[in-house]
């Protein structure tokens, strides 16, 4: 099975994602909490292996963790160096 990636890493959002939690002060724990009021059911370890790139993250996730950590996602955008990729 062939790991799709992006560079070196499986997501560009995680480290975005782990620095809105953090400057919200929420544990992944809380956070994941947060999700499941969305219908979307991530442990804490799994909300660690995104936040460091490690899984692959899915659209819905990413648009109910944008919400609720209030991510901007033209900054997702502007976050990766589409140039080096070529």
Do not use: P
């Not at 620095?19 to 929420?26: D, F, L």
């Not at 991510?71 to 990766?80: A, T």
């Amino acid at each position: 099975m062939v790991t799709k990636k992006c560079g070196n890493k499986k997501n560009i959002t995680g480290t975005i994602i782990k620095q809105a939690r953090e400057s919200k002060r929420i544990t992944k724990t809380e956070l994941s909490h947060r999700l499941e009021l969305y219908g979307i059911y991530l442990h804490r370890n799994e909300l660690y292996r995104i936040e460091n790139n490690l899984v692959l993250i899915k659209d819905f996730e990413l648009l109910a963790l944008a919400c609720i950590l209030d991510i901007d996602l033209n900054q997702i955008k502007d976050c990766i160096n589409w140039e080096s990729l070529k």
